[in-house]
């Protein structure tokens, strides 16, 4: 079968789900029935840079592709697409198996020369394909510096050089570590903090936590924000969960707990964190949780997490 791969079109013995034909045995098609479907398939793979696969056997389908992608076939491919082209490659490609069809055994044997022959061409309009069959080059990184920084807030700029050799510069907002706890005051009963969010312009739901100190670690920073939010002191914190909140742009971890044994023993807060304390029924987190009630997102995956693990 044919496959579109960084930007060539070559064969290939690797099954694909993109859009095509399925290979096995030759069978007849009728002439409006073979057009219809490898134009559909010629859109798909345009549009949606899918594989394209055709069956050997089935040279025809070929000869319709060659209409359908040549200049003056192009407008079938859609509105936008008419001066697409697909280069001289593959149409003298293309070419070459218009005169093997139809032209007895030479020609036949020059048409199973072509269909193990690699093209390399650009598909129509597009870039090359980012993905790989084979083992990708590596991100190697170049270098790093801090812009900005207010209070534990920083915000970086990463260089990269991309597996194709590019070099690009990433804004990263550097958070570090932070903590959510999900404190039971009793088996069946959590605490909740309310405080207003500046950046939601509202009111916010959530569990008592926040960032680490430097070289604070995530368990004595989860029980120090329960705390100084919450008011309790914990005698058993267990780990529920780790995550990335956004791992693209933001330099920051998530530890997620479970807080049991609790004893007031508070600790002054933020001298601008303003809070709202309420004892709730673990079912009411958990339904707040899951109809948009609490949306911040720490909370929201450290109910949840410890709802689906069933404790």
């Known amino acids: 079968m044919y496959v579109w791969q960084t930007g060539s079109f070559t064969s290939s013995s690797v099954e694909s789900g993109g859009a095509g034909f399925c290979s096995g045995r030759p069978r007849r098609m009728g002439r409006s029935a073979t057009t219809a479907i490898t134009t559909q398939t010629a859109r798909i793979a345009t549009r949606t840079r899918s594989a394209l696969r055709l069956d050997r056997h089935r040279a025809e389908e070929l000869l319709v592709l060659r209409r359908q992608l040549g200049r003056k076939g192009a407008p079938a491919l859609g509105a936008g697409e008419e001066d697409a082209g697909v280069g001289a490659p593959l149409e003298d490609f293309l070419d070459g198996v218009a005169r093997g069809v139809g032209g007895g055994q030479r020609g036949l044997d020059r048409l199973h020369e072509l269909l193990e022959q690699r093209v390399d061409v650009p598909f129509l309009r597009h870039a090359s394909l980012r993905y790989h069959t084979g083992p990708m080059p590596p991100w190697t990184p170049l270098g790093s510096a801090v ?131 309420a004892i709730v029924p673990w079912s009411d987190a958990l339904r707040m949780a899951l109809d948009g009630q609490i949306t911040e997102s720490f909370s929201k995956v450290a109910i949840l997490q410890h709802a689906l693990a069933g404790r």
């Open 147 to 277: 812009r900005y920084t207010r209070g534990k807030l920083a915000l970086r700029e990463d260089t990269w050089r991309l597996p194709d050799g590019s070099e690009r510069i990433y804004p990263v907002l550097v958070l570090g570590p932070a903590v959510a706890v999900l404190p039971f005051v009793e088996p069946d009963r959590v605490l909740l903090v309310r405080q207003y969010r500046h950046l939601q312009r509202g009111d916010s739901w959530e569990l008592p936590g926040g960032g680490a100190l430097p070289g604070e670690s995530p368990e004595a920073a989860a029980q120090r924000e329960l705390r100084e939010e919450g008011g309790y002191r914990a005698a058993r914190l267990t780990l529920l969960t780790r995550f990335y909140p956004s791992n693209a742009y933001l330099d920051e971890t998530a530890y997620c707990y479970v807080a049991t044994g609790l004893t007031p023993d508070p600790l002054p807060s933020d001298d601008d964190e303003f809070f709202e304390r």
